[in-house]
Nanobody, 124 residues
Framework: QVQMVESGGGLVQSGGSLRLACAASGSGLRFNVMGWYRQAPGKERELVADISSDGRTNYADSVKGRFTISRDNDKNTVYLQMNSLKTEDTAVYLC??????????????????WGQGTQVTVSS
């Protein structure tokens, strides 16, 4: 079983910063793309940023220049540094990852897992 657990959400004033972390657990895992999504009440889930295993990044236009995604491949952990936060950044932030590993028969397994989400609230 693959679990992804987010941490670091909370309440912050407009202009402030937060750092989210998402740690994945499970034996023998290797991740390709890892990413952060967010979903605000009444809105569709949207991609915030993602990062490939070799460090290539991709950001939503709304967060470019303010958010930075990074990862630690040894720890199967992805981070999101959020600066200059705005009220419109308020949402539940969820991490996900595309993973692979070899099972007990040395056969490849692949999958995509999601975290439960962490609330980020930015007050004016």
């Amino acid at each position: 079983q693959v679990q992804m657990v987010e941490s670091g959400g909370g309440l912050v004033q407009s202009g402030g910063s937060l750092r989210l972390a998402c740690a994945a657990s499970g034996s023998g895992l290797r991740f390709n793309v890892m990413g952060w999504y967010r979903q605000a009440p009444g809105k569709e889930r949207e991609l915030v940023a993602d990062i490939s295993s070799d460090g290539r990044t991709n950001y939503a236009d709304s967060v470019k220049g303010r958010f930075t995604i990074s990862r630690d491949n040894d720890k199967n952990t992805v981070y999101l540094q959020m600066n200059s936060l705005k009220t419109e950044d308020t949402a539940v932030y969820l991490c996900n990852g595309d993973w692979w590993r070899l099972n007990s028969h040395s056969e490849p397994e692949v999958g995509r897992s999601w975290g439960q989400g962490t609330q980020v609230t930015v007050s004016s």
